[in-house]
């Protein structure tokens, strides 16, 4: 079983509209959790740490969930540079295992 | 220093020749990864250094590949004997820390493009 379990997607979606991504994890001593975004022919770069609590930053909100060992990403008010994929990251001790990420397209 | 420099950002290689890749991370970061991506898959972790010392490797690190930061600084990844299968994009990354309580996720570098013919 891998680590980390991602939809790979893709999803297209209009602009304006609210998608939500999910995540699953199977090590339950995994310590930090993460949302990264890739760009095309890019290096991936951090989106937003996941809390337990749930956390916002504008558009963004994650939500992690311990006992379902589940992680999600909301982007409200979907915006065309949204476009990208969606890595879903878990540290587990000293390593970070990453999903295979989800697709997102938002059309005009 | 802004972040985590890669060189070269590409390579093509003939299958069978020796390649080395250096990461020269952010300087006050004491963690340094090597990842492996091909197209279509996340990340896969390839090894990791605190300092100078290598603390872990993965399976996918066959022994024609080898890394190294001598001076707990820049690192190198050498593979040896390239095969076609080998042709990925490597990244580096690095991080002040990780671990229980902390939240520190990793800044990667722009990667090194190895095309193997």
């Known amino acids: 079983r891998k680590e980390v379990e991602q939809d790979p997607g893709p999803f297209n979606v209009p602009e304006g509209a609210t998608v939500a991504f999910n995540c699953t994890y199977s090590n339950s001593a995994s310590q930090s959790f993460f949302w990264y975004r890739q760009d095309c022919r890019k290096e991936p770069k951090l989106l937003m740490s996941?809390?337990?609590s749930g956390n916002e930053d504008g558009r963004f909100t994650a939500q992690l969930n311990r006992a379902s060992q589940y992680i999600s990403l909301l982007i409200r008010d979907s915006k065309l540079s949204d476009s990208a994929t969606y890595l879903c990251v878990v540290n587990t001790g000293n390593q970070f295992y990453f999903g295979t990420g989800t697709s997102l397209t938002v059309i005009p | 220093d802004t972040g985590v420099s890669q060189n070269p950002r590409h390579k093509i290689t003939k299958r069978g020749q020796n390649v080395t890749f250096r990461c020269d991370p952010i300087s006050e970061h004491n963690r340094l990864y090597w990842y492996r991506q091909t197209l279509g898959q996340g990340p896969e972790f390839l090894t990791y250094f605190q300092n100078e010392a290598q603390l872990e490797k993965s399976r996918l690190l066959s022994d024609r590949f080898s890394a190294e930061r001598p001076k707990g600084s820049f690192s190198t990844l050498e593979i040896q004997r390239t095969e076609q299968g080998d042709s990925a994009m490597y990244l580096c990354?690095?991080?002040?820390?990780?671990?229980?309580?902390?939240?520190?996720?990793?800044?990667f570098g722009s990667g090194t493009r190895l095309t193997v013919v």
């Open positions: 996941v809390y337990s």
């Open positions: 990354a690095s991080s002040p820390r990780t671990g229980v309580g902390t939240n520190y996720g990793y800044t």
